[in-house]
C-alpha cells in the first residue's frame, strides 16, 4: 500500500465508548436509571478514518491502544471497516482509551475520555509512518492524543507536501501557533471556535467572525461547524465566507457526528482535490446527518453503497 499511497492517513486516538442511554441527563450529584447499554468503537481519530474507509477511502490509522481485551478487540475493528493497522501500536504500558458516554432521548451527551494508551503515541511511532505519510493525499490530526505529536505529524505533512485536515478537539485555550500554520484545513465546532478566539459563537454571523480570526493567524482556510445551522467555510485566498446550510432531520444520536463530517471532508479532500471546499463540506454535512438518525458512534457511519449517487 505504501507504494501507491494513502487516501487518508489519520494520526490520532481510539477509544473504546461505554455508552449509557437515558431519558434525560442526570444532574450534578444525582443517579438515575437508564434503558440500554452498549459498548462501542469511538476516539475521534478512529472515527474520522472509519468514516473515510466507509465512503471508499484507502484509510490508515496512526494511533496505540493497549495490549488487552478493548485493544484487541480495536484492531478487529479496523480490519472489519477496511482501514490498514500496520501503524496500530499495542503497549502494556496503559489501557485502551476509553469513554464514557451518556445519551438523553434528544440525542444530546455528556462524554468523559480516559486517554490511556493514547497518550503514548509518539515521535519514534510517527517516524516509521514516514514513507507511507509521504505518499498519502491527505493527512487528518485532531488532541485526543499528546498535542506535540498531532503537530509533528502535521508537521511531516507538510515537509512532504500533504494536505492536512486539523479538528481542534478536545479544544485547548493555549493552542501552539503552528497548528494554525500546518492546517490546509482547520475544521473547529462552535465551542471550539469560542475557545480559541474568546468570542461567542451562538449563529452564523458569530461563526463567520471567529472563522476570519482564525484564518488571520495563518490557516489555509477555516471550516466551522454549526450543527443544525450548517458550517460555514472560509478560505485565505477567497475574501466571500459561504455558509453551507446543513439537511433538517430527526437526530436520534449526535455522538461521533463532527467525525462523520471529518472523515467525509478527508474523503473528499482526496477524491476530489479539484472541488470546491465548501462543495465538500455540503456533501460532508450530508454524509453525518445520516450518521445522527442512528444510535452509536462509527455504527450510525454510513456506507457509500447507502448514499444517494450524487454524492460521489
Known sequence: MTEEGFDVMVVGSCMTDLVSQVHRLPKAGETIHGHKFFIGFGGKGANQCV???????????VCKVGKDFFGDNYIQNFKD???????????FNAATGAASIIVNDAGENVIVIVAGANMLLGSEELQGTLPALSHAK?????????PETSLQALRMARQNNVKTIFNPAPAIPDLDPDFYRFSDVF?????????????????????CRAGQELLKRGCGSVIATLGPLGCMVLKAQDSAPHHVPAS???AVDTT????????ALAFYMAHYPAMPLEEMARRAN????????AIGTQTSYPFKKDLPAGLF
Not at 461521533?256 to 472523515?263: E, L, M, P, T, V
Request: charged content about 15%; glycine content about 10%; aromatic content about 2%.
Open 286 to 293: 450530508q454524509v453525518a446527518a445520516v450518521s445522527v438518525q
Open 256 to 263: 461521533g457526528a463532527g467525525d462523520s463530517f471529518i472523515g
Open 138 to 146: 491527505v493527512l487528518v490530526c485532531q488532541l485526543e492524543i499528546s
Open 81 to 91: 471497516n477496511g482501514v490498514h493497522t500496520d501503524f496500530v501500536g499495542q503497549t
Open 248 to 250: 433538517v432531520v430527526k
Open 187 to 207: 475544521c473547529c465546532n462552535e465551542s471550539e471556535a469560542e475557545l480559541l478566539t474568546g468570542s461567542s459563537v451562538a449563529s452564523v454571523e458569530d461563526a
Open 51 to 61: 468514516q473515510a474507509a466507509r465512503l471508499g477511502a484507502r484509510a490508515t490509522m
